[in-house]
T-cell receptor, first 113, second 120 residues
Framework: GESVGLHLPTLSVQEGDNSIINCAYS??????FIWYKQESGKGPQFIIDIRSNMDKRQGKRVTVLLNKTVKHLSLQIAATQPGDSAVYFCAERGGTSYGKLTFGQGTILTVHP | NAGVMQNPRHLVRRRGQEARLRCSPVKGHSHVYWYRQLPEEGLKFMVY????????ESGMPKERFSAEFPKEGPSILRIQQVVRGDSAAYFC??????????????????FGPGTRLTVL
């Protein structure tokens, strides 16, 4: 039979706009969350992380929000630039598997000049 | 400050051959993790190692795959008798610690550039 490829969610924005990338996680025992950026042909690059005892953390041009009630994580990028174009993954670490990260499917961000 | 190093960056093998992927962690990091990524998918955990010990191999296929992190030298992910379904990007990450039950802030995993394995 014909195989169907997996299509990642996409977000297209204009340069200078703010971007919001969302992620739902499944493990209520997860205690640590990370956002990674992955450019084509490269490894994931750490952006920002947040512990489960926090609901917001800010970095340079990026903010991560954590809503444990609905198990939702978001990454906000201010003044998005063409260099921000990449695939963005959220990852969670939970339960007793302290070394194991579980990654989301990823979101493709495209920034138009 | 060298980051995580992986080699080779690209590896081509024929079905039935062996593939050896190497990972040198960030200097001072004693925890290594291997992940596999298929096209247009997220990374899938394979194995977590400390020096000379396998801590969690819950993501490793039961056959043909093995990993080690010796006292000296890089971590090695070994795939015996490769099949076409093994074609993927394999990423290594390292951290100073795993975090355990106390989140020390030293448990962030930093990734290498990956090895892209193609099985013909």
């Amino acid at each position: 039979g014909e195989s169907v490829g997996l299509h990642l969610p996409t977000l297209s924005v204009q340069e200078g706009d703010n971007s919001i990338i969302n992620c739902a996680y499944s493990n209520s025992a997860s205690d640590y969350f990370i956002w990674y950026k992955q450019e084509s042909g490269k490894g994931p690059q750490f952006i920002i992380d947040i512990r489960s005892n926090m609901d917001k953390r800010q970095g340079k041009r990026v903010t991560v929000l954590l809503n444990k009630t609905v198990k939702h994580l978001s990454l906000q990028i201010a003044a998005t630039q063409p260099g921000d174009s990449a695939v963005y993954f959220c990852a969670e670490r939970g339960g007793t598997s302290y070394g194991k990260l579980t990654f989301g499917q990823g979101t493709i961000l495209t920034v138009h000049p | 400050n060298a980051g995580v190093m992986q080699n080779p960056r690209h590896l081509v093998r024929r079905r039935g051959q062996e593939a050896r992927l190497r990972c040198s962690p960030v200097k001072g990091h004693s925890h290594v993790y291997w992940y596999r990524q298929l096209p247009e998918e997220g990374l899938k955990f394979m194995v977590y190692l400390q020096k000379e010990n396998i801590i969690d191999e819950s993501g490793m296929p039961k056959e043909r795959f093995s990993a080690e992190f010796p006292k000296e030298g890089p971590s090695i992910l070994r795939i015996q008798q490769v099949v076409r379904g093994d074609s993927a990007a394999y990423f290594c990450a390292s951290s100073p610690s795993s975090g355990g039950t106390i989140l020390t802030g030293h448990d962030t995993q930093y990734f290498g550039p990956g090895t892209r394995l193609t099985v013909l």
